[in-house]
């Protein structure tokens, strides 16, 4: 599992756009970028999963550049129901096939 | 519909008894493992397994057990209880047909466990 740096927290307003970055120098050749959201007392969720350039669903979008050293996870038009705490993986598992969670950006949407 | 379901979802036990916490996946699903999420600390990861009979431990396993006898379960036995257990514990499991990466990770909705 790669390495990964978030920002801890974030603010943002309703109805604005939200793009948060995650940090992944030493991501693998094969490894895919997946972005997780947990709402509080609630397991995370799947929001979307990229390998390269731009992923567009119903939710969010992953921009991802050429060298895949960093990802970008954008939230269009948050409203309130958007606070929680987002979590940037990147590959499957370490060596140990261990699996694990970084510490996420926690997204405070105000009204 | 993919599930992952946890029981109970709320218990209260004093020190010493012994609880299990059950989980099922309907998704077919290789790798399952444990969490537990304390405030401050996110999701840290308590024992997981690869497949049937296959089992180890992730990065905070003291005081607990786990057993993988079937695809589909994997409970996570405490014990000894102590109230340093107390925390909210999350289920996950995920297909490993994708070579680990690409593929998505299915959480439970979450058990509180306070142990008293």
């Known amino acids: 599992l790669a390495k990964t740096t978030q920002p801890i927290s974030m603010d943002s307003y309703e109805g604005q756009e939200v793009n948060i970055t995650c940090s992944h120098n030493n991501i693998a050749t094969n490894d895919y970028i997946t972005w997780y959201q947990q709402f509080p007392s609630q397991g995370p969720r799947f929001i979307i999963q990229g390998y390269k350039t731009k992923v567009t669903n119903e939710v969010a979008s992953l921009f991802i550049p050429a060298d895949r050293k960093s990802s970008t996870l954008s939230l269009p038009r948050v409203s309130l129901s958007d606070t929680a705490v987002y979590y940037c993986?990147?590959?499957?598992?370490?060596?140990?096939?261990?699996?694990?969670f970084g510490s996420g950006t926690r997204l405070l949407v105000r009204p | 519909e993919a599930q992952v379901t946890q029981n109970p979802r709320y218990l209260i036990t004093v020190t010493g008894k012994k609880l299990t916490v059950t989980c099922s996946q309907n998704m077919n699903h290789e790798y399952m493992s444990w969490y537990r999420q304390d405030p401050g600390l996110g999701l840290r990861q308590i024992y997981y397994?690869?497949?049937?009979?296959?089992?180890d431990k992730g990065d905070v396993p003291e005081g607990y057990k786990v057993s993988r006898k079937e695809k589909r379960n994997f409970p996570l036995i405490l014990e000894s209880p102590s109230p340093n257990q107390t925390s909210l514990y999350f289920c996950a499991s995920m297909a490993l047909d994708r070579g680990y990466s690409g593929n998505t990770i299915y959480f439970g909705e979450g058990s509180w466990l306070t142990v008293v």
């Open positions: 993986l990147v590959g499957g598992m370490d060596s140990s096939y261990k699996l694990i």
């Open positions: 397994s690869m497949n049937v009979e296959v089992t």
